[in-house]
């Protein structure tokens, strides 16, 4: 089974600074790893996916990169509204699909 | 606009069982394929189950395998989870999703990550 490591675990920033957050597998996904955004009572959201295709409507201030087992979310200028805890999805085969652990975006 | 409506949430005691539904609108149901991720409290997103557009492959997570079974009718455009055996660690927020897929012109293949999801339905499992 693929694990998916993201770090840090939480990033304290202020609005309008870049947040850059990693994850890493344990092996090579290539590029089949999907992020989501979770904001507190909501359902998550679909961001990224094949590492750095954005979803519909999803603002150009995301962006993704990475292949292999090292993958980066960036979000270029924090907005209040991205404050929020984000995860990182990949599927190993129909029977093992796994996420990462997940990392929180909190104002400082 | 898609729109995935889940319910059947609520108390139960352990070793109790719940039927979880969730109805889907705005797509052609019947050519997704569809999970069920859950998030216990406080914690990440687990996944749980998955189907196939057609009902025939069902796919279950290690924690939930021989308690828990996926499934759908096509005909109301709903995927269900039963789940039985309940324990106090299945306590969580359960959501549905759709799997993404590529589709040509041919055919259609399923993806990897989930691109809807439902606002979810509670299970606490508690005495």
């Known amino acids: 089974e693929i694990v998916l490591t993201q770090s840090p675990a939480t990033l304290s920033l202020s609005p309008g600074e870049r947040a850059t957050l990693s994850c890493r597998a344990s092996?090579?996904?290539?590029?089949?790893l999907a992020w989501y955004q979770q904001k507190p009572g909501q359902a998550p959201r679909l961001l990224i996916y094949?590492?750095?295709d954005r979803a519909t409507d999803i603002p150009a201030r995301f962006s993704g990169s990475g292949s292999g087992t090292d993958f980066t979310l960036t979000i270029s200028s924090l907005e209040p509204e991205d404050f929020a805890v984000y995860y990182c999805?990949?599927?190993?085969?129909?029977?093992?699909?796994?996420f990462g652990q997940g990392t929180k975006v909190e104002i400082k | 606009e898609v729109q995935l409506l889940e319910s059947g949430g609520g108390l139960v005691q352990p070793g109790g069982s719940l039927r979880l539904s969730c109805a889907a609108s705005?797509?052609?149901?019947?050519?997704?394929?569809m999970s069920w991720v859950r998030q216990a409290p406080g914690k990440g997103l687990e996944w749980v189950s998955s189907?196939?557009?057609?009902?025939?492959?069902?796919y279950h997570a290690d924690s939930v395998k021989g308690r828990f079974t996926i499934s759908r009718d096509n005909s109301k455009n709903t995927v269900y989870l039963q789940m039985n055996s309940l324990r106090a660690e299945d306590t969580a927020i359960y959501y549905c999703a759709t799997v993404a897929q590529y589709c040509s012109r041919a055919s259609c293949h399923h993806l990897y990550y989930f691109d809807f999801w439902g606002q979810g339905t509670l299970v606490t499992v508690s005495s």
């Open positions: 189907i196939s557009d057609s009902d025939i492959d069902a």
């Open positions: 999805q990949q599927r190993t085969n129909w029977s093992t699909w796994t």
């Open positions: 094949d590492a750095s």
């Open positions: 092996q090579s996904v290539s590029t089949y």
């Open positions: 705005g797509f052609t149901f019947s050519s997704y394929a």
